[in-house]
């Protein structure tokens, strides 16, 4: 669906002013497919997502929508894609001077449409977005998110295949963006849109994004299921990421009991994730039962990725270090992740 290959951008033209935005970056996104990338500010991630859409042309690489690349396109055929990409922004750039209806229908109108047919099409989108009773009034007499479901219904009016969405959550408070969040997620279940998003706000990843990829200095640097990337991030910015929504570290005032050695015995600190069904096993008791070791909840958290629960646990085994290694073992045996941490890590 989307696909860019070996994508370089590069703004500047003297050798020594020259910006390199993006560095080679190699993204496949599939239909239907809720996509997020994730980056601080600077990382790259608005320049990436212009180039989808060519509003930035790629220094080099290639731009594949549905198998087509756009950088191959006479300007004639590339205006016919880009009207199956549709793009929200983060201040809703809706006309002031116009009525919500017309500000959705302005895309219907510029193509010529009838005025029925455009009519029809406005009063669906509106209704769709829960709009429907605001047809004639302007966006400063709307709340933020209801200017952004104006967008998103804007957006949608030339029924496109994917949708870009440019950090279109981050001036809204929580309550709205979850509302925005759930119109997006019924684009994609309705209309089968693909959803590509960029955002330095990784609970919007988390509440509906299928992959992510976390961007820095203008590579890709991490990508994977959003389960995955939240439950084993594989590089330091992509945890750091994963900890602004997940805090699975123990407070310091639990840290400061366990430090003395003497109050906890013998045997290590592991943390233990749990993910889906084996959140619900009652693993730790089975293992207390099954093995001469004790179990020492230090800290734990759980919460909902992908809507199944995930779990993170800082549990002390004491024991022998035989018969620890056998409980870490048999624990593996049943589904769940567990590592051997030092107690800086917990
Ligand atoms: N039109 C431009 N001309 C020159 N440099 C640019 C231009 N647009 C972006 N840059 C530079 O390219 C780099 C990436 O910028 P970009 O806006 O893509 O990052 P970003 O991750 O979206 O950041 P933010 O979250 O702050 O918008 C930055 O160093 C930025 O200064």
Redesign the pocket.
């Known amino acids: 669906m989307i696909l860019l290959k070996d994508v370089y ?1 590069e ?2 033209k003297k050798k020594e002013k020259k ?4 560095k080679g970056i190699n993204l496949s996104i599939d239909k239907g497919e809720i996509f997020g990338v994730v ?12 180039c989808v859409n060519l509003l ?1 042309r790629p220094t080099s690489g290639k731009v594949f929508i549905n198998g087509i690349d756009l950088l191959d396109l006479a300007p004639k055929d590339l205006r016919k894609s880009r009207k199956k990409i549709g793009m929200i922004f983060q201040q809703y750039n809706l006309l002031s001077s116009k009525t919500i209806f017309h500000n959705v229908a302005m895309p219907l109108i510029l193509e010529g449409k009838p005025k029925e047919e455009i009519k029809e099409k406005v009063e669906e989108l509106l209704d769709f977005v829960g709009l429907g009773d605001k047809t004639n009034q302007y966006p400063e007499q709307l709340s933020g998110g209801q200017k952004q479901r104006v967008g998103i219904a804007r957006a949608l009016a030339t029924d496109p295949d994917i949708l870009l969405c ?2 279109a959550t981050s001036a809204l408070d929580p309550n709205t963006t979850e509302a925005v969040l759930e119109v997006l997620k019924r684009v994609r279940d309705e209309f089968k849109v693909t959803i590509l998003m ?1 955002t ?1 706000e990784m609970n919007v990843i988390k509440d509906i994004c299928d992959r992510v990829a976390v ?1 820095e200095n ?1 590579e890709i640097v991490e990508q994977g299921s959003v389960v995955d990337v939240f439950t084993e991030p594989q590089t330091s910015i992509a945890e750091s990421f994963v900890r602004t929504v997940l805090n699975t570290n123990t407070p310091q005032s639990v840290k400061s009991f366990i430090n003395d050695e003497n109050q906890i015995g013998v045997g290590g600190f592991y943390r233990v994730l749990f993910k889906g069904v084996s959140t619900g096993a009652p693993l730790l008791s089975n293992t207390a039962k099954h093995f001469s070791i004790d179990i020492n909840v230090v800290h734990g958290m759980i919460t909902e990725l992908q809507e199944k629960p995930f779990g993170n646990l800082i549990v002390f085994l004491k024991g022998d270090k035989e018969e620890i290694n056998r409980a870490v073992h048999y624990m593996k045996s049943q589904g769940v992740i567990i590592k051997e941490v030092t107690q800086d890590a917990i």
């Open positions: 951008k703004y500047g910006v390199h935005a993006l980056g601080f500010s600077g990382a790259g991630k608005s320049t990436l997502i212009r930035e440019d950090e960029i330095h961007m203008g």
